[in-house]
């Protein structure tokens, strides 16, 4: 999960701009996280990601103008804006809005390939299992919203806790001689209390780490199985960073998740982009 302001070019993309191509942006206003995307003929060009804040609409002009300040292109060059997440009705410059669920199919599809079936997003306050077909349509899904049990945030709490950085939390709760079993209850209330508990018990943070995130897998993977696990599957979202959860879930559904070039935090944004551009063209036409 990023907590700083980031830009990055797609490699392979930097010199797609040309005059004349169909410029589409993507707005991703998550819970934790916003990010923006700009697609060039239906290509990843680049994108940034930033922490959301308090402000959901001032999050996504910042998303952009990170863009335009290192590339130099203003949202009037774009030819059409998608905004989706948690605060997608808050972009006041997006031409439409589309759910989460939509654009991560569709942006899963770019990143893993036609042959993604399943799209695990694990977000920071909300968690998601879909189901696409080749082309990132989406056949089903389901979600887990009610609470921070199994999200980014309830890993930020227990990180909290602990006095553990973030980004090295999965790492940490790797690093330990046996797997220990998983804390009772996942909910992030009673579960920093029994990790305040375990603690006193003498267990080393990277046990507890590793209890806790075990819990957080076996939620989630429990939540992919009721919809029905089916090859391949990525995973996206903040936490797909995290390669303590990564590693158990892959563990616990027995089957490795797909590794892409492209950074899945962006799944969302980049579907919002490449859904940009079918809606522009048939607008055209």
Request: hydrophobic content about 40%; overall charge positive.
């Amino acid at each position: 999960m990023n907590n700083t302001n980031s830009f990055f070019f797609n490699a392979s993309s930097i010199n797609l701009l040309n005059k004349g191509d169909i410029i589409t942006c993507g707005i991703d206003i998550g819970s934790v996280s916003s990010k923006a995307v700009i697609c060039v003929d239906g290509e990843l060009y680049c994108y940034s990601i930033i922490k959301t804040g308090s402000n959901s609409p001032l999050s996504g002009k910042k998303a952009f103008e990170i863009i335009e300040s290192n590339t130099g292109i203003k949202i009037s060059d774009c030819h059409y804006i998608v905004a989706t997440g948690y605060g997608r009705v808050n972009v006041p410059f997006a031409n439409k809005t589309i759910t989460e669920i939509s654009c991560h199919g569709k942006g899963a599809n770019y990143i893993g390939g036609p042959n993604i079936r399943t799209v695990l997003d694990i977000g920071g306050q909300d968690c998601k299992v879909i189901r696409i077909d080749g082309s990132g349509k989406v056949i089903n899904f389901i979600m887990n919203d009610k609470c921070a049990a199994g999200t980014g945030r309830g890993i930020e709490i227990i990180s909290e806790l602990l006095n553990v950085p973030l980004e090295k939390s999965g790492i940490l709760s790797l690093d330990i001689d046996i797997e220990p079993e998983p804390v009772s209850n996942i909910c992030v209330v009673f579960a920093r209390s029994e990790a305040l508990v375990l603690l006193k018990k003498g267990w080393s943070k990277n046990k507890v780490l590793a209890s806790y995130l075990r819990a957080m897998a076996e939620r989630i993977s429990s939540l992919v199985m009721r919809i029905g696990l089916e090859p391949e599957l990525l995973i996206t979202g903040g936490v797909s960073k995290n390669i303590g959860v990564v590693n158990r879930i892959e563990k616990i559904l027995g089957i490795k998740s797909v590794t892409p070039n492209i950074d899945t935090q962006i799944a969302g944004a980049l579907g919002a982009g490449l859904l940009a551009k079918d809606i522009y063209e048939k607008l055209q036409n």
